[in-house]
């Protein structure tokens, strides 16, 4: 899929994810790993803001989203928190920070848009301080064989409707990046993935 219609597609969903922040989804496991984010923190594909919340006030946040209704929705609900927020409008896969820009990465639910997600990875490595972290909260495939099949099966299809591969190991993807895995936690029939990573 090209990258303007992957575009089209996230701009058209960014209703959805206002009411997902809204809602609260997955804030159980948001606030496991993303309450560790300090210092210079870089978000990327951070869509309408599901992390606001879990973030200390302390901290300076940087958004990436190449997607404007996002970085709309973003921007609107930045004005609710106390940390310095910059978005930023431009892709991950192309985009260039300096080394060592950042003292955390953030990457939510994000792994399964990327045509080159370990080159994506490779950046964060690049990007990030080499005593800074990467935390990731992702899905991928299941440990579940039943569900997984079903993953498998559906795939072709719901990357052709929403751009969104339901069959990457995340944990596969991170041994293949330059990144070091520090803590792995599976939740949902390991479904959805906690990354602890470091460069």
């Keep these: ?30 606030q496991r790993i993303f309450q560790e984010a300090k210092g210079k923190v870089l ?3 951070i869509g309408s803001g599901l992390n606001f919340p879990f973030y200390s006030s302390d901290i300076e946040l940087t958004g990436l989203d190449f997607s ?19 978005l930023i409008q431009d892709d991950v896969e192309t985009v260039d920070f300096d080394e060592n820009s950042f003292d955390t990465i953030i990457s939510s639910g994000s792994l399964c848009a990327y ?32 569900l997984a099949w079903l993953q498998k099966s559906l795939n072709p299809l719901v990357v052709k409707v929403v751009g ?9 993807i991170v041994k293949a990046s330059n990144l070091t895995l520090i803590r792995e936690e599976r939740y949902f029939a390991g479904y959805l993935y906690l990354i602890w990573a470091r460069p």
């Design 68 to 86: 404007p209704a996002m970085l709309k929705s973003a921007q609107n609900a930045a004005k609710d928190y106390p940390f310095k927020t910059t």
């Design 43 to 45: 978000e990327v594909a």
């Design 115 to 146: 045509q080159e997600p370990v080159n994506v990875l490779n950046s964060f490595q690049k990007w990030c301080k080499p005593d800074g972290k990467i935390l990731m909260l992702e899905h991928g495939i299941s440990t579940n064989k039943p």
């Design 164 to 172: 969104c591969h339901q069959n990457r190991d995340i944990s596969e």
């Design 1 to 30: 899929m090209d990258r303007q219609s992957l575009i089209k597609k996230f701009d058209k969903r960014a209703h959805k994810y206002n009411k997902r922040r809204k809602n609260g989804q997955a804030s159980e496991f948001r």
